[in-house]
């Protein structure tokens, strides 16, 4: 299948997982058989035969019950953002979802992200802290603190789902879908089915404008918090201009995320006027994806780590910064979950 055949699949599929329709109850077959799988996991950690493994430090995982993004990177990042503020010397573990190899792998600054995951690298150079990926997410946090004693605590990138990493606390975080039709992969979008109440130690996020599962929890806001160059977001400037310094330009909107049309509404409600061109999630960057004769191009940070500046020649782009934020009961809750500092 092709790239753009592939993309095509994935967003029917995920129109799909909205209500219980004709392709949802054909895939409901497959979906008894990933309960089965995904079930049979959990009640072997459950009974104590397959026990997790502990790190030297605290271990927090966010992650979704979900498919299909409900905004788990940049609640990473916020997260990232409050735990320095007391006190905290976050490192991050990965999986790293599209990078070549499954080996533990630190992320630098200027790791290709054909190497490391786009989502690691956006929080490596966004979030400042050290970042492993691996496909065993244990030797990723043992590898991190080995080259950075300093950690004192990992937060692990989608993680929700990997039992094999013990964990202090975990963040779950939900969108404006909840939990679609509420069915398992592939007739329905979740990845483990929703229980009467959350997983103790747990903090529940909506990014939405209010809950959409009966679980408690904290609304987060999210706002675009300016716009950089391509170029001075490579250097690390973290300046920014306000997004209403592009209204009445002619745009070009690029998103290869998993939800582009809500950063597109974003940018609409911002006043900008953009054509939008919607990528698959992930989306490599092999070659330019806009028409020739584009004049300006304003894209996501998670599109702008696998575009460095030189490829781009004269074209202005511009990285619009996605910025989430707790409030301060939320904030508060995460930090009751989490163990006094040593």
């Given at each position: 299948m092709s790239a753009a055949g592939a993309d095509a699949w994935a967003r029917r599929l995920q129109a799909a997982w909205l209500r219980r329709g004709p392709l949802a109850w054909s895939l409901l077959p497959l979906a008894l058989l990933y309960a089965l799988l995904a079930g049979g996991q959990r009640l072997l950690?459950?009974?104590?035969?397959?026990?997790?493994?502990?790190?030297?430090?605290?271990?927090?995982?966010?992650?979704?019950?979900?498919?299909?993004?409900?905004g788990?990177?940049?609640?990473?990042?916020?997260?990232?953002?409050?735990?320095?503020?007391?006190?905290?010397?976050?490192?991050?573990?990965?999986?790293?979802?599209?990078?070549?190899?499954?080996?533990?792998?630190?992320?630098?600054?200027?790791?290709?992200?054909?190497?490391?995951?786009?989502?690691?690298?956006?929080?490596?150079?966004?979030?400042?802290?050290?970042?492993?990926?691996?496909?065993?997410?244990?030797?990723?946090?043992?590898?991190?603190?080995r080259r950075?004693?300093?950690?004192?605590?990992?937060v692990?990138?989608?993680?929700?789902?990997?039992?094999?990493?013990?964990?202090?606390?975990?963040?779950?975080?939900f969108d404006e879908r909840?939990?679609?039709?509420?069915?398992?992969?592939?007739?329905?979008p979740l990845r483990e089915s929703l229980s009467l109440r959350p997983p103790p130690r747990s903090l529940v996020l909506y990014n939405s404008a209010a809950p959409t599962t009966p679980w408690p929890g904290h609304l987060v806001r999210r706002t675009l918090a300016g716009v950089s160059p391509l170029s001075a977001w490579w250097a690390g400037d973290a300046a920014r201009e306000p997004l209403t310094a592009l209204c009445g330009r002619p745009l070009v909107a690029v998103a290869g995320v998993a939800r582009p049309e809500r950063f597109f509404a974003m940018l609409r409600d911002a006043g900008l006027t953009c054509s939008e061109l919607a990528l698959p999630d992930h989306h490599d960057y092999a070659e330019l994806p806009w028409p020739p004769g584009t004049a300006e191009v304003v894209l996501t940070e998670k599109d702008?780590?696998?575009?460095?500046?030189?490829?781009?020649?004269?074209?202005?782009?511009?990285?619009?910064?996605?910025?989430?934020?707790?409030?301060?009961?939320?904030?508060?809750?995460?930090?009751?979950?989490?163990?006094a500092r040593r």
């Open positions: 950690v459950r009974c104590g035969l397959k026990r997790p493994i502990e790190l030297d430090v605290p271990v927090l995982v966010v992650g979704n019950l979900v498919a299909g993004g409900a788990k990177t940049p609640t990473v990042l916020a997260l990232l953002d409050l735990l320095r503020r007391h006190g905290w010397h976050p490192g991050v573990v990965s999986r790293g979802y599209g990078r070549a190899g499954d080996a533990v792998l630190e992320v630098e600054a200027s790791t290709p992200a054909s190497e490391c995951g786009d989502e690691p690298l956006l929080l490596r150079r966004r979030g400042g802290v050290p970042v492993c990926v691996g496909r065993d997410r244990v030797q990723a946090g043992r590898e991190l603190r950075h004693a300093e950690v004192d605590l990992i692990s990138d989608d993680g929700l789902q990997h039992w094999r990493l013990a964990r202090t606390a975990q963040v779950i975080v909840g939990v679609g039709n509420g069915w398992l992969l592939p007739a329905g702008a780590v696998k575009l460095p500046p030189e490829r781009v020649g004269s074209l202005r782009v511009w990285v619009a910064a996605l910025d989430f934020s707790l409030d301060d009961a939320g904030e508060a809750a995460l930090l009751a979950l989490l163990p």
